[in-house]
Structure formats: C-alpha cells, structure tokens
C-alpha cells in the first residue's frame, strides 16, 4: 500500500474534535454490608449509655411447705457506654470549574459531593468492623466509637476464638471505656472456629443469623463442604445444558440455627480482614447523633465550600449475643 503524495491524515491536521464519552466509569465497591444489616437508633448525647443484665443460672428450687422465705440480694444491672464518632470530608471547587463544559458530570460540586457521601458511608463501615477502642475525647483530639471487635470478651484464646497469646478487649465499668483487643497469632479460619463461635453465642443467650467474613475467608467457608463431617452436595446434570460446577455456599446450617455467610469488602483492610464476625443483628445497631449531611460553608473567595458530615456511634446492645473469631488469616494464606 502506498500514501498519495499530500494525502491529509489525522496525525498532522489541527482542528479535529476529541471523542471523549460524557460519561467516568468508576467500579469502587460502595456496599456496607455491616451497616446494611444492623439497624439504627437515634442516640441524643455525644455519650451513650445503656444498660444488660442477665438471669442467673437455673438451679435446683424445692421448697419446704410452710418455711419462711429467704431473701436474696438481687445483682444490679450494668450500665456501658460508647462514644460518638464524627466523620466528615470537604470538598472546594472554583466557580470557573463548575460552569466549564464537563464530560461525565454536569456539576464537579454535585459529582464530588456524591463521591464523598459513598467514602464516607465506607468510613463508617470500616470503624464499625475495626478492633478499635474507644474514647471520649478532648479538646484537640476527636472521639472514637468502639468497634465490634474490641467490645467482643467471649473470644479467648482459651475457647480457640482468639490466637495464641491474644487477649480480649471489651468495656472497663472502671474507666467507661472499651477497650481493643490485643492481637494473637494468625492462624486459618475452620469449620471447628465457626462451630465453637455459634455455640458461644447460643449458650449466653443469643440467636446470630448472620457471619461477616473478609472476601478470602469467604472462600475458605466455601471449602468447608469437604469437611468429612458436612452432607455431600450433587447437582445432576441436565443432559441440554452445560454442568454447573457449584463451588460456593452463602449459608451454613449449623446445630443451632441457620446463618449466612457474607463477605465485606470493607474488611480488606489488613486490621479488619483477621476478624470473622459472628452476629445476631437484634443486639447490634448504629446510633446515630448526627445524620449524614451536607453542609454549605461560608465563601471566602472566587469558590463553592462543601462539608459532608455525621457523627455516629456502635451500641452493642448486649455483646455476649455476638462473638468473633479473631487473628484469621483474612487476606492470603499467611497474612
């Protein structure tokens, strides 16, 4: 093939349109599968309380007809607290942004602001599921909302729930604050773990439904139907179509309930990924002091202000309902 001399191409012409498509492809993960499943509750103070109290063990009650009665001084209830956390993000733009011609957004203020609202519902979620104390505060230093991590005490490394040397967090009555889990070794989620975690639940009183898992330990659920002791799955095959290879499960049907397994991208965060939550939704839930908002600030030059705002805390509502399994290898085999 040969150019004509003096051919016109487009490498060397001046004046051609670009093709840019009006549109910005964006696939980041904006699910809060925690926040989804737990409720909420409107809290009215930067430091919320609320009180448990539990029955005392059943025992052997046969009395002699005629006695006089005993009297017994009666346990009073506990009363714990969690703090509120403000979360927040800002956003400027100039005037001269936010009228140029724009591909994908008709308004950088409203595009950014959406994209902010969903990082900061992911903000949240990552605090919820985080190993983290809590603390009231100071004049320079933010509060922090216990994560459910740290408030969980029926994870020991005497149960198995916690990893060598590791020791549980949860609410000091002494100082009102919760207080974050220290790290045990790694070790691989099994089916033994999840057993041992449903069951802990159960005998304190508490019915969870549903198990919170980073995306690796998902798939190591999964691989629980090769355990010896779990019914064999047979999908037939349909002689028009292809075979299905099932190789997932999102539900375990353990001694004690049925419970599914959903994974959170959240929790691919290296702190958050070595803890599989193990929870009964009717004790857990996120108060919220500060709803999530948008708020216009002052102008002080050629440019719009935006801050997006809430303030939000984790009322566990009685732990004991909930457990974890911590220190899981939760991203790779090893890590």
Known sequence: ??????????????????????????????????????????????????QTDTLRAPATNAQVEGDDFAFQTKAPTVRVQNFTQIASDTLIVSQSQEKADKAGRKSELGYQLAKMGAEIKKDVELSLVSNAASSAGTSTTGRVSAGFPAW?????????????????????????????????????????????????????????TTVMVSPYNKRIFSTFMADANVAQQRTPANGKKQATIVAAADMYLSDFGELAVVPNRVMLNASASRNVLVIDPDYVARGVFRAMGTEKLAKTGDAEKRAVVTEFCLVMKNEQACTAIADTFGLTAST
């Open 152 to 208: 969980i005490s029926s994870a020991t490394s005497t149960n198995g729930l916690r990893g060598a040397t590791g020791t549980s967090g949860g609410f000091n009555s002494g100082t009102g604050l919760v207080t974050a889990a220290t790290n045990g070794t790694q070790r691989a989620f099994t089916k033994t773990l999840l057993d041992t975690a449903i069951s802990t639940c159960y005998n304190a009183g508490g019915n969870p």
């Open 1 to 50: 093939m040969t150019v004509v001399s003096g051919t016109l191409q487009t490498y060397d012409r001046v004046g051609n349109r670009e093709d840019l498509e009006d549109v910005v492809y964006n696939i980041s993960p904006k699910d809060t599968p925690f926040v989804s499943l737990i409720g909420s509750t409107l809290v009215s103070s930067t430091r919320h309380d609320w």
